[in-house]
C-alpha cells in the first residue's frame, strides 16, 4: 500500500508563495518580463505565483522534461516550445522542482541561445540532493526544500496523477503500485 503524507498545507504554500511573489515583484519592477511556465508540473504554482508579481509581465510556456514514471531519464525532451519572442526580454523560468537540474539547465540554455536580456529560475520546490554534473546547481528564488523523497500534488504527478491535490505531499513508497 502507498502511502501519501503531507509535508507544506494549503496555509503553509499560501503564505510562502505571496512573500516569493512581492519578491519578484520588487526584483523585477520596471524590467520586461516574460514568465516562462514549465509545464505541466509548475502549472498550479506559477499560475498561484504569478498573480503576487505586481509587475507588467508577459507568460508564456514550455514543455520539457526528463522523467519516465518516477525516475528521471537524464535525457530532456522539449515537447513544445516557446510562443512569444525573448530577445530583449528578461526570462524568469518557472518549474516545479529542481531535482537532478538536468530540465533546467538545458531550458535555461535553450532561452540563452534565443537571446534573453537575462534568465533567472524560480522553483516551487529544491531539492536537497546531489545534483548532475551536467545539471544546473541551484535556483535564484525557492519556495520550499525538500527531502531527496519522491514529492506529489500541487501540479506534480505520479504517473499523471495527484497533480490536483492542493497540498505537497510525498510518497513512502514511489515505484510500488501507484
Ligand atoms: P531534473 O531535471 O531536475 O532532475 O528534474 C526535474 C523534473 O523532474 C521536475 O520538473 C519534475 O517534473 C520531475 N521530478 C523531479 N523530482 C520529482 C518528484 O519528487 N516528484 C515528481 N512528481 N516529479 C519530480
Ligand atoms: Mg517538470
Redesign the pocket.
Known amino acids: 500500500m502507498n502511502i501519501i503524507r503531507t509535508l507544506f498545507s494549503k496555509p503553509d504554500i499560501d503564505n510562502r508563495i505571496r512573500a516569493l511573489g512581492q519578491e519578484l515583484t520588487e526584483f523585477y519592477q520596471g524590467k520586461p518580463l516574460t514568465a516562462v511556465v ?1 509545464l505541466n ?2 502549472m498550479f504554482f506559477a499560475a498561484d505565483l504569478l498573480r503576487h508579481v505586481k509587475t507588467e509581465l508577459f507568460v508564456d510556456s514550455v514543455c ?2 526528463s ?1 519516465v514514471g518516477n525516475q528521471s531519464s537524464g535525457q530532456v525532451n522539449f515537447r513544445s516550445g516557446l510562443k512569444l519572442p525573448v530577445t530583449s526580454r528578461h526570462v524568469l523560468l518557472v ?3 529542481l531535482d537532478t537540474g538536468v ?1 533546467l539547465a538545458a531550458v535555461k540554455a535553450e532561452m540563452e541561445k534565443q537571446g534573453a536580456l537575462s534568465v533567472r529560475t524560480c522553483v516551487m520546490l529544491d531539492k536537497k540532493r546531489q545534483r548532475s554534473a551536467a545539471g544546473l546547481a541551484s535556483a535564484d528564488w525557492c519556495a520550499f526544500e525538500v527531502p531527496d523523497v519522491y514529492i506529489v500534488g500541487y501540479g506534480l504527478d505520479a504517473d499523471e496523477l495527484y497533480r490536483n491535490d492542493p497540498e505537497i505531499k510525498y510518497m513512502e513508497n514511489p515505484g510500488r503500485e501507484l
Do not use: W
Open positions: 514549465l508540473g509548475a520539457a522534461g522523467y518549474d516545479d522542482i530540465t
